[in-house]
């Protein structure tokens, strides 16, 4: 499963694409919006995690940017913000698809959170 992260700040990024790789993930690491859209140009991902505030190019414009293109139009975005529900009114949201995590979310609630959007309810089962 191809995951694409995107986040201006280095360690964070470092950390959650470390946390994410030693759970089986193939993460694609982007510093800014501008950077997440080449990636989804290029790749086939399959999560979108992404902060929103960013420098250059937003969260906010780089879930607009992928849902313009058809072979994202449905996959799961994950918006990440150091402001709690500061973002939820901004963006038109699909809550079947769209989601929202803290900054401060421990790596283990987000390899667990990120589990259960790819797998569901068979996360953590042999199948």
């Known amino acids: 499963m191809d995951i694409l992260l995107v986040d201006?700040?280095?360690?964070?990024?470092?950390?959650?694409?470390?946390?994410?790789?030693?759970?089986?993930?193939?993460?694609h690491t982007a510093q800014d919006g501008i950077e997440?859209?080449?990636?989804?140009?290029?790749?086939?991902i399959d999560l979108i995690i992404s902060d929103i505030r960013m420098p250059r190019f937003d969260g906010l414009k780089l879930h607009a940017f992928a849902r313009e293109?058809?072979?994202?139009?449905?996959?799961?975005?994950?918006?990440v913000s150091g402001i709690q529900g500061a973002y939820q009114d901004v963006?038109?949201?699909?809550?079947?698809?769209?989601?929202?995590?803290e900054k401060t979310t421990s790596l283990k609630d987000i390899i667990k959170f990120v589990d259960t959007l790819i797998f569901g309810r068979y996360e953590g089962e042999w199948v």
Do not use: Q, W
């Open 91 to 101: 963006v038109n949201i699909n809550p079947k698809i769209d989601f929202f995590l």
């Open 8 to 27: 201006d700040n280095p360690d964070y990024l470092l950390l959650v694409r470390e946390a994410l790789y030693s759970h089986g993930y193939t993460v």
């Open 69 to 79: 293109m058809e072979r994202y139009k449905e996959t799961k975005f994950v918006f």
């Open 36 to 44: 997440g859209c080449e990636v989804l140009a290029a790749s086939d």
